[in-house]
């Protein structure tokens, strides 16, 4: 069978797109500066005009480049990172956390499903070892057991095999679990030791039903267990508001 043109057109493209790419990111190109003409692209990747210009369009999409008609393509200021960056400094109120629970329900809902699918034998091993580290803080009160509670958290997030899952869970931090920002066990009068115990048993559930490699189960252990956090913070909530009026 003959080669298809649109295919192998295609592959040229995204061939100079990485190639462009990766030279713009290794500051090859610096910000502002005017990129080699259409002509000078072709006699280097040996490529048709129309494969540089798609590859120009690619590039201009994603922010890298952009065309001054009548002039040139120059190299873009690098955007602010921090416009897709949800920022701990920015988390402050328990109304604050609570909504982070809520991206979290749905974005570790799904990662859960997708690491009983394809995790490994030693994304598993791994688990168990975080999972009897955050015991054995409960079991002595050592006060560290939210190191081994974000450390599961992001290891079913790298069991996903997609590393987007792990990058923004990373990216909030200690912020992901509620307690390091706000004491809630307290506010709702529950036994610390108590509380700490229940989150290991519901990260056993999620644990068991990876293992098992049950993507359902999966989900549905992880949706209760952020659900359960959710309606604790809830109650937080309400025994705040139900101190202040009490106070006015």
């Known amino acids: 069978m003959a080669p298809d043109p649109d295919r192998r057109s295609r592959n040229l493209t995204q061939n100079v797109v990485a190639a462009l790419s990766e030279r713009i990111r290794r500051g090859e190109y610096h910000a502002g500066e ?7 692209f072709m006699e280097s990747f040996g490529v048709s005009r129309t ?5 120009m369009s690619r590039l201009q999409a994603a922010g890298l480049v952009e065309t001054r008609h009548g002039i040139g393509t120059f190299v873009r200021e690098p955007q602010d990172e921090r416009q897709l960056r949800i920022r701990n400094e920015s988390i402050l109120t328990m109304l604050d956390v609570m909504a982070i629970l809520e991206l979290r329900i749905s974005l570790e809902t799904e990662a859960a499903g997708l690491a009983a699918l ?3 034998d030693d994304h598993i091993q791994r688990m168990r070892t975080i999972l009897d580290e955050f015991a054995e803080h409960v079991r002595k009160k050592t ?3 939210a190191v081994s509670d974000v450390a599961f958290h992001l290891m079913v997030a790298t069991a996903t095999g997609n590393r987007y899952f792990h990058d923004i869970l990373q990216q909030l ?15 709702v009068q529950d036994d610390p030791h108590n509380y700490l115990a229940r989150i290991h048993l519901e990260h056993e559930d999620i644990y ?6 049950d993507p359902d189960a999966a989900r549905a252990a992880m ?6 956090s959710r309606e604790r913070l809830r109650q937080s909530q309400a025994a705040v508001t139900s101190a202040e009026g009490l106070g006015a």
């Open 223 to 228: 949706r209760t267990h952020l659900g359960n």
């Open 173 to 187: 931090g200690s912020a992901i679990i509620p307690r390091t920002r706000i004491n809630s066990a307290a506010l």
């Open 34 to 40: 005017k990129l080699p003409t259409e002509s000078r």
């Open 143 to 145: 006060g560290n057991a």
């Open 118 to 120: 394809r995790r490994t």
């Open 51 to 55: 494969v540089v210009r798609e590859a």
């Open 208 to 213: 068991g039903a990876i293992v098992r490699k």
